[in-house]
């Protein structure tokens, strides 16, 4: 058997993007080796400029690359990846989002903690594995890119465990600080539950393959409709793993119980960098599954999504009412959102997937506004992430508090706000496919939502401080808090913009 090496489709170019965060990262973990070097100062501003390059790189080949209307082929190396909008357009999500945990710098990591260079260079590296899973063409690199910013992600949750001195022993453990306990616990909970989705999704690919004889996306739809010998018992069973794989990173239910123990124990910069990018990834590679690669077997997937759907929903939203912990109430809330965003695999139309990256697109903004918030107030100890910390907020800081406000009115879906318009599309897309039950639950799922959302918002306007609370207004966090409210305000007026570049971005 001859191979041979097809060196036309390496589109080298298309990779631009990664490559740059890639030889980013690297060359921080070297510079990170001189101390002059191995301070936040440097390393935040190097990776600031990787990332604005690669933001760059991505929008310049946005006008270019393949949609689903052209006719030009997006497969490249061999149809391991596919270059077209849809990768591109989460690649933003992921490098703007990244710029939350950079911008943080300036008090995470702190100037006693080691490995300063690590840190900056694993957020680059998480980064980087979810840029490829997003334009993975095949199960294979789509294993292998998840995998990448999985182990990254692991390391980052455990940060804080740097804390200790290295020399702790079993009757020390009670004398050291929460902070490194709980990214401790954080990490454990996190390493231990990923390798058994891990596992499960590999092993779904592997009956994905058995079933079909290929592993690569395009190629499985292509089969389904053209050889009925294709739709077999091993290709249902390895669906089903593929989705409880993919729904652990998403946090749908029933596999979303890692969720609100690793929010709260992993550093506040990583879990809002993790709130979005992770759910964005995880979907990036679902839609290129049920949407591009199995809608021929709609009837068999559709009544479990619905059901996880209507679930998460309610479940997320129901849970987060009872949480005192604000990073605990937002791991919920997060849940909740995983299963709106579901709806719009569920219409498994372009309307939906467009519904689903506007509401990506905003749900990041959304997010990221409200975990600065969060780590503008946040304290020290198991206490430090308290919702009472809010409490007569409006009072000291109020422009601060009126931006909360709209973060959380926005989460809730209100109007005017980017949240309302991110919803009603899905809603909408749901209702066109016939789903009207499924839009009815949602609306449902938004008002339990409400209590919890307004109760912040109580909390800032209408109750006093109990003791005071320290508040730095870092410049790289209030820039965050602005960017995001601006955003939110002109999505919520002009919608449409928006809505036509999703609908460009449609993948193949």
């Known amino acids: ?19 740059t965060i890639l030889i980013t990262s690297l060359y921080l973990l070297l510079m990170g080796l001189r101390k002059s070097f191995d301070n936040n100062k440097f390393l935040a501003r190097a990776s600031t400029l990787g990332i604005s390059f690669a933001i760059l790189l991505t929008l310049m080949l946005w006008g270019g690359a393949p949609s689903a209307i052209d006719e030009v082929p997006p497969g490249m190396f061999s149809n391991a990846l596919i270059h077209d909008r849809f990768g591109l357009s989460f690649n933003l999500i992921f490098l703007i989002m990244s710029l939350f945990a950079i911008m943080a710098s300036y008090k995470y990591p702190r100037e006693d903690h080691q490995n300063k260079a690590e840190y900056f260079s ?75 989705a891990s596992a499960i999704l590999v092993y779904g690919m592997a009956l994905t393959y058995a079933g079909t004889g290929t592993t690569e996306i395009r190629t499985i739809a292509e089969l ?17 793993l593929m989705f409880a ?7 749908l239910v029933p596999f979303h119980s890692w969720t609100p123990d ?24 679902i839609a290129r599954i049920f949407y591009v690669a199995l809608p021929s077997l709609e009837q068999v ?4 999504l619905f059901s996880i759907s209507a679930i998460t929903m309610l479940v997320g939203n129901i849970a987060a009412i009872l949480q005192d912990n604000v990073k605990r109430m937002l791991a919920y809330s997060g849940v909740a959102h995983a299963g709106y965003l579901l709806m719009g695999i569920i219409a498994n139309s372009q309307d939906g997937m467009a519904s689903l990256m506007f509401y990506l697109a905003v749900y990041l903004f959304m997010n990221i506004g409200a975990f600065a918030v969060v780590f503008l107030l946040e304290g020290e100890g198991e206490s430090g992430g308290s919702i009472y910390r809010f409490q007569g907020l409006a009072k000291r800081k109020p422009k601060l508090a009126a931006a909360m406000a709209l973060f959380m009115l926005s989460l809730a879906g209100f109007p005017p706000t980017a949240g309302f318009f991110g919803k009603l599309y899905l809603f909408v897309a749901a209702i066109k496919s016939g789903y009207v039950l499924l839009a009815i639950l949602a609306v449902a799922a938004s008002m339990i939502a409400v209590y919890f959302y307004l109760r912040i918002i109580v909390l800032m306007y209408f109750r006093d401080e109990d003791e005071e609370v320290s508040i730095d207004m870092n410049r790289g966090m209030t820039t965050i808090v602005t960017v995001s409210t601006v955003v939110i305000l002109v999505i919520g007026l002009y919608p449409s913009g928006l809505m036509q570049l999703a609908l460009a971005s449609i993948p193949f």
Do not use: R
């Not at 389904?224 to 069973?237: A, F, R, S």
């Not at 794989?245 to 946090?251: N, Q």
């Open 262 to 285: 690793v929010y709260q124990g992993a550093p506040t910069p990583v879990t809002g960098f993790m709130s979005v990018a992770t759910k964005a990834a995880a979907f990036a590679l």
């Open 1 to 19: 058997m001859e191979f041979e090496i097809n060196y036309a489709d390496m589109n080298w170019m298309a990779l631009l993007p990664e490559i």
């Open 122 to 196: 694993l957020i680059l590296m998480t980064v980087a594995g979810m840029m490829f899973l997003a334009k993975a063409g095949n199960l294979i690199t789509a294993f292998v890119a998840l995998e990448v910013f999985s182990i990254a992600l692991y390391i980052l949750c455990g940060f804080s465990a740097k804390h200790g001195t290295g020399s702790e022993t079993p009757a020390s453990v009670s004398d050291l600080p929460w902070e490194t306990l709980g990214s401790q616990e954080s990490t454990v909970k996190y390493l231990l539950s990923g390798a058994f």
């Open 301 to 304: 997937w559709m009544p479990f």
């Open 245 to 251: 794989g993919l729904g652990f990173k998403v946090s």
């Open 224 to 240: 389904l409709q053209n050889n009925p010998y294709t739709e077999n018992k091993l290709l249902y069973i390895g669906m089903a």
